[in-house]
């Protein structure tokens, strides 16, 4: 795709890059713009684990619905959820989980409207056009589209936005509004990008990514762990991505750090 088509919804900026736009590119989508491959392929330049990082990202967010249906989790509300592509959050969980409910939640029309069309018709879903910041609208629209009891146990799913959410926007205010909000038996999924364990180019790139309307926060392993405050992380704590429960068979990288995000699951205590 080379411009504006008719799966773009009016309004687009087509010359500023989006987040969900660049991830998609490197999930090898479609819904990108030139200005939104050119911005990957610079990041890529810096740093070509780049794309097996969002890949481990989204091979994690599988695995660990899987696990969650497992658990007996009947409701998902996925924040961040990005543009549909292979194996998505609702696939995973009505296969693992038949009869459950996801709600997905996006600040990017270009998700927000291929969630939708993608959803058409698949009972017990929906799609929210929200900012993860306004924890009160995500709830309350979720309540309002009926497929959420919040006095039943909902996996909250934060895989790779909250490192879009600036300090200066409080995430640890964000993640504990959303905590407040679920019953226990809750469980908490969060990955999120790291500097730990990487090289001086990875935080060249993460200043690239100001270019987008997001600029990504790279933090820590104990500032990613403290947002599981009210929460007990399940076996194996935080972890580089592919550290986090790998299927059977699945060959783990000696070095997972590559990576350069986190992965952690916890139950609501
Ligand atoms: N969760 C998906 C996954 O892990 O495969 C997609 C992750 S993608 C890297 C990040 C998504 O977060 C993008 O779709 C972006 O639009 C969305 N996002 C960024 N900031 C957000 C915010 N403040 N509120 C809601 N969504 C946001």
Known sequence: MTGPTDWVPAGID????SAARV???FLGGAHNFAVDRALAEQIAAMTPNIGETMRSNRVFLRRAVRYLAGQGIRQFLDIGSGIPTAGNVHEIALEAAPGASVVYVDIDPVAVEHSRAILAGVDRTGVIC??????ERVIS???KLGLIDFSQPVAVLLAGVLHFVPDSDDPAGVVAALRDAVAPGSYLLISHATADGQPPEVIEAQRLSGRT????????GAGITAYFDGFTLVDPGLVFIPQWRPDP????DEHPE??????GVGIKN
């Open 14 to 17: 087509v010359d500023q890059p």
């Open 23 to 25: 991830y998609d590119y």
């Open 130 to 135: 929200a900012d993860v910041r306004d924890v």
């Open 141 to 143: 629209e979720s309540e």
């Open 213 to 220: 309307a997001t600029e990504i926060v790279l933090r820590d």
């Open 249 to 252: 068979g699945d060959e783990v």
């Open 258 to 263: 590559r990576v350069g995000a986190y992965a």
